[in-house]
């Protein structure tokens, strides 16, 4: 029976086609400083992650490779492996889709669900990407390519076993209704029953024959399981379920799973195909699906296509573990992409970690020892100026705790610094080195002295699951026992008396922009020399300007796109007919901006999807400066023609 102190969190399992990018390595560290968390909470953690190793592409890579495909997952997995522990996580189980127990249980739970009739023999035709692995309706493709990767799909059509989604369809919707905090955040929510619960499930595609490496169906072995069922059962075979009911300690212990921690391009799959898998089971739900958001390199995607992927292993070796993992929790929002570059990684280095963080401590460290030996006394020779520095203190670990539960690393990381500033500035408020010259301020001297020393407790404790070496080598350097989070409820625990090190180190170095220029460049591979196309071959005809009609139009409603923080999905009336029209401007204009303004709309561009909702044509804008700004057609009615 499930105890509410256990708490069990999963990662996606991470496919094994290539290396993990730095966007990739985001979500370990993020459930990595959640799991921690917790246990400083008291919780008793459970923590597993793990690789994806079946599928036709790793079948097409390994044979590629000239190696069978198990000697290729073998390495790629041993590469996320090592990843995850650069990164210094601390999960407790590695799992791997290849494991033979986990393959056991998928066959047995394909044959039930085949058994008792929510799985059915019938066919698949469309238009299929290897990549994604994939089948897609040709409505569903975006510019004649797949819609999830934008890659090249082929006509294919095979033998396959379907898994009734629709069955469970209504049962799913109530689930979501009686359950509001199941999907977070909540516009995750919002698109998987608009986008598809309201249109209807389509029944899902559950096995291959065009392939074979994956888990042989038992009882059709021209058959191989594909995919998800294979994927998601993971998060209970890892624990040892049985479908017989043998099941392992571990599941009896800690499942349902508290939260499935994933990137918002698989919310689909976890709420969607693995709640009705389970539905189909008569297992319980896990509490919570949270579909954390992307990590862009600059304005764009990480892809290997475009040259633009950072590795973790990369990234630590220039800046160190704790250095990474804190601009990973403080950089990514909640509920929208964040973004990655070389100088913004330098800055929140230099600004946060070496100057507002590092110089407290070494400063508070170094003036110890200067005017006391290193004994740090509490004096309680107390001034009005030191109640703000406790109550910043005390106030801290509340709210930490609350955004925490919430997963708002970025808001908890804050609170924290809120605190270091404030304590930074009571040292400029307090002039402990003009109290030094008084000898009738000693005692005063003292008393700050501890209250910085204890300050800097308090948030060196808090820090543990962002900067976990950084924090416990502050806390080794003032020689405290008193690392208990939940005991942060009283401003003095630390031992008065206490001796702090004679030689504090320097944990986070300023960084030089230009030399940490220098060494990217030596990490980045050169870029092919495209040639520049010829003014000529740049050029139109009249004909083919005369092809593009364009509209003057006024927009009526606007709003977010539900799963793409650069897109904006506007209503816009051209006169005879509103059109809707999804534009890449959110990072230039809010909807509330938008809203009222007259705009210029190709009006005969043909219709498109833009990650699942459909632009009926197109706004124009100006570039000036690195910044878009909507080409204004002054006072022209709604409909106006522009030639």
Not at 157 to 173: G, I, N, T, V
Not at 209 to 234: C, G, K, M, Q, R
Not at 384 to 405: F, R, S, T
């Amino acid at each position: 029976m499930k105890d509410s102190k256990d708490f069990y969190l999963t990662t996606a399992i991470t496919y094994t086609s290539g290396k993990p990018h730095i966007g990739n390595t985001y979500e370990i560290v993020l459930s990595d400083a959640i799991c921690r968390h917790k246990r400083q909470q008291g919780y008793n953690v459970y923590f597993q992650t793990g690789t994806d190793e079946h599928g036709q592409k790793i079948e097409l890579k390994a044979k590629e490779a000239g190696i069978h495909p198990k000697e290729y997952v073998d390495k790629v997995s041993g590469e996320v492996k090592r990843i995850w522990d650069i990164m210094d996580t601390t999960y407790d189980r590695f799992m791997r889709t290849t494991d033979e127990y986990h393959e056991k249980q998928v066959q047995k739970v394909f044959k039930k669900l085949h058994d008792q009739g929510d799985i059915y023999l019938g066919h698949y035709e469309g238009k299929y990407c290897t990549a994604c692995e994939s089948f897609f309706t040709e409505a569903q493709l975006v510019d004649g390519k797949c819609p999830d990767c934008g890659g090249e799909v082929h006509d294919a059509k095979e033998p396959a076993y379907f898994f009734k989604l629709s069955k469970y369809q209504d049962r799913l919707l109530q689930y979501y209704n009686d359950h509001p905090d199941f999907i977070k955040p909540e516009s995750r929510k919002n698109e998987m029953i608009n986008n598809f619960l309201k249109p209807g499930l389509q029944d899902l595609c559950v096995s291959r024959t065009s392939f074979t490496w994956s888990i042989p169906v038992d009882f059709d072995p021209e058959h191989v399981v594909y995919v998800w069922i294979d994927a998601l059962l993971n998060y209970i075979t890892g624990l040892g379920y049985d479908l017989d009911g043998n099941h392992g300690d571990l599941y009896k212990k800690f499942w349902p799973a508290n939260v499935h921690v994933i990137g918002k391009d698989i919310v689909r799959f976890h709420t969607i195909y693995w709640p009705i898998i389970l539905m189909a089971l008569d297992l319980p739900l896990p509490d919570q699906i949270f579909g954390h958001p992307w990590l862009l390199m600059g304005d764009s995607k990480m892809s290997k296509h475009l040259g633009n992927v950072i590795y973790a292993d990369d990234l630590v070796n220039l800046f160190g573990v704790d250095a990474v993992r804190y601009y990973l929790l403080r950089e990514i929002p909640y509920d929208n992409d964040g973004s990655i570059t070389w100088d913004l990684i330098v800055e929140r280095i230099n600004t946060d970690l070496a100057n507002i963080l590092g110089n407290l401590v070494n400063r508070t460290i170094a003036m110890t020892n200067k005017y006391f030996d290193g004994i740090v006394e509490n004096k309680n020779v107390v001034e009005e100026v030191d109640q703000e520095l406790i109550d910043i203190a005390l106030a801290m670990p509340g709210k930490v705790i609350n955004y925490m539960n919430e997963f708002k690393t970025a808001k908890a990381l804050e609170e924290i610094f809120v605190l270091l500033r404030r304590t930074n500035k009571y040292i400029d408020d307090t002039m402990p080195w003009a109290l030094a010259k008084d000898e009738t301020k000693k005692d005063r001297l003292a008393t700050v002295l501890y209250n910085l020393t204890e300050a800097i407790r308090f948030s060196a404790i808090a820090l543990e699951p962002f900067v976990p070496n950084a924090s416990k080598k502050i806390l080794d350097m003032i020689n405290t026992e008193e690392r208990d989070l939940m005991k942060l409820d009283h401003f003095g625990a630390y031992a008065s008396g206490t001796k702090v090190t004679d030689k504090p180190e320097v944990l986070f170095a300023r960084l030089d922009p230009k030399k940490v220029a220098k060494q990217v460049e030596a990490l980045t591979p050169a870029k092919p020399v495209v040639e520049e196309k010829k003014e000529e071959e740049n050029q139109i005809t009249i004909d083919d300007f005369a092809k593009v009609e364009l509209v003057v139009g006024e927009v009526e409603k606007c709003e977010k796109h539900p799963d793409a923080d650069r897109l904006l999905v506007s209503q816009i009336n051209i006169g005879k007919e509103t059109r809707q029209i999804v534009s890449g401007i959110a990072k230039w204009y809010s909807p509330e901006e938008m809203v009222g303004k007259k705009v210029v709309v190709v009006k005969n561009l043909k219709p498109a999807k833009l990650r699942g909702v459909e632009s009926q044509g197109m706004v124009l804008c100006a570039e000036h400066k690195k910044k878009l700004e909507l080409v204004y057609p002054g006072d022209l009615p709604a409909g106006a023609t522009i030639r």
